[in-house]
């Protein structure tokens, strides 16, 4: 079978396996309501019922339940897929392309982290909302086992691929991204434990576990070094500039992301070189001060090929230019930090994944 059919089969059984059963508003309580365990015998169903005094409660502590019957951490897994999302989401690699990992993010949004989750909800005359969540053990085992190898062969990918990279950017954005999967395809063997212990011991994987592939994407991020040239010129006289408040908003987007920073080494595989700008700006029959700000900064490889660059502009206003002045520094920190150039580089580390 090739790799796109398997991809298909799978994202069928997807399509057929999230199905949600419709709301039953009747007098007459389902089976289930009954007697769940009866309903669903545990040797082909794992459950998770609950009652609330509406239907959104009652829905979201039956899938609470369901996660709980399968130990699953649900605050842990939800980060993991944030992450997984973020890693895939606007991409144009052939990863974010790869329709196995889309359909993990798509199956898995509104279920706790759970795939193959059905859902039946009935409202009693008095109010109270019953919900069942549960998993069918051979559909979900099924469903699970083949996620999990193909996640498995993506990690194998991954790791490989980092091991080639001739960048060490990519090569952490590659090891980064395997342990996002590996997160996730840990608490996968958790489940597949659960439905079918028998399937589980069935199924070899490769890449350890999550702990091991992040401690391959924290060493590769210890060999990350970037030397910050900072430049700065206060063309209107000010006296206000100071090169280490410019670098300092830098350093903390670098070190967030566990790289590690220098002022002074120049051996260093990446420099970034910023250059910072500030002048007065005359508006006419305006009775307070302004001043502008100009920053450009480039992302230099260690042949000093520029790999990424950022700039942005601003003009702020007070009823004093030295309070100006500081005003354009503040807007030019909140620029680095936030949703400027730590944007931008975000983006560059996702286009990595090739």
Not at 56 to 76: G, I, T
Not at 173 to 189: M, P, V
Request: net charge positive; hydrophobic share 45%; with cysteine.
């Amino acid at each position: 079978m090739s790799l796109k059919q398997m991809f298909a089969r799978i994202l069928c059984g997807f399509s057929a396996f999230a199905l949600c059963a419709p709301f039953a508003g009747a007098q007459n309580a389902p089976a289930w309501v009954q007697d769940a365990a009866k309903a669903y015998p545990e040797r082909d169903w794992v459950i998770g019922a609950a009652e609330a005094p509406d239907r959104r409660q009652a829905e979201s502590a039956a899938r609470s339940a369901l996660a709980k019957a399968f130990k699953v951490d649900v605050k842990s897994v939800t980060n993991a897929m944030q992450s997984f999302s973020q890693s895939l989401s606007g991409g144009k690699s052939s990863y974010a392309q790869n329709q196995s990992l889309k359909s993990q993010i798509n199956t898995s949004s509104d279920v706790d982290g759970l795939m193959g989750v059905l859902l039946d909800a009935w409202a009693a005359p008095n109010g109270t909302v019953y919900a069942c969540a549960r998993m069918n053990r051979k559909d979900g085992a099924a469903t699970y086992a083949a996620i999990i190898r193909q996640n498995d062969k993506t990690i194998a990918t991954l790791v490989d691929g980092a091991s080639a990279a001739d960048a060490p950017f990519a090569a952490y954005e590659l090891l980064n991204f395997a342990y996002s999967i590996a997160a996730l395809t840990d608490n996968y063997l958790n489940i597949l434990s659960v439905l079918d212990s028998n399937a589980r011991r069935s199924v070899a994987i490769n890449y350890g576990n999550a702990a091991a592939v992040r401690a391959l994407a924290m060493n590769a991020a210890s060999g990350i070094v970037i030397n910050l040239e900072v430049r700065v010129r206060d063309i209107a006289g000010l006296q206000t500039l100071d090169a280490e408040r410019i670098a300092k908003p830098f350093q903390q987007v670098f070190t967030k992301r566990r790289f590690k920073t220098s002022v002074t080494n120049t051996d260093a595989p990446y420099t970034l070189a910023v250059d910072f700008t500030l002048d007065t700006v005359d508006l006419a029959g305006n009775p307070n001060k302004f001043t502008r700000y100009v920053l450009k900064a480039a992302l230099l490889d260690r042949r000093g090929d520029e790999v990424m660059s950022f700039q942005d502009s601003k003009r702020s206003g007070h009823t004093s230019i030295s309070e100006a002045a500081q005003r354009s520094i503040r807007d030019a920190e909140e620029a680095i930090a936030g949703a400027g150039f730590a944007k931008a580089f975000d983006a560059y580390l996702g286009s990595l994944l090739q």
